[in-house]
């Protein structure tokens, strides 16, 4: 049994962890937004070449995403100071990385790897991609 003063830190502990919690749902609203219109993109993409055979369509729709990405660190610029520096790390790595890459496969016209982007060799459409798991990541 653990004596008032070892339970002190515990509770300390916790209430911290609801804090950080806290400071994430403007993080997370903004980065679940952003997913969320990915994959409408993904999807409305999909069927105008599909369904309707227009690459123009398809093509914009995959250029869509890419800016989505492209935007993601302006739109979480200033939401990140009072994050924990290791969740903060991850998140400015991993949203560099998207808006890096959308960057180059837009610049480069490259219509393959605007269609691949957040995605990896094997997954399947159901698959979270990788803005999702990050998401997945914050909420645990």
Do not use: C
């Amino acid at each position: 049994m653990k004596t008032p003063d070892q339970m002190v830190p515990y509770l300390k502990e916790k209430k911290m962890d609801i804090e950080k919690k806290e400071l994430h749902q403007p993080v997370l609203h903004i980065l679940k937004e952003t997913a969320e219109k990915f994959r409408s993109l993904d999807q409305e993409a999909d069927v105008a070449l599909q369904s309707k055979r227009d690459t123009a369509t398809y093509k914009q729709k995959l250029e869509e995403r890419a800016k989505l990405l492209i935007n993601l660190p302006n739109l979480l610029s200033g939401k990140l100071e009072d994050l924990d520096s290791e969740v903060k790390q991850r998140i400015v790595r991993d949203i560099e990385w998207f808006a890096t890459s959308a960057n180059e496969a837009l610049e480069n016209n490259n219509g393959f790897a605007l269609g691949v982007l957040l995605t990896h060799q094997g997954s399947k459409n159901t698959d979270k991609n990788d803005l999702e798991e990050l998401i997945a990541l914050l909420e645990k």
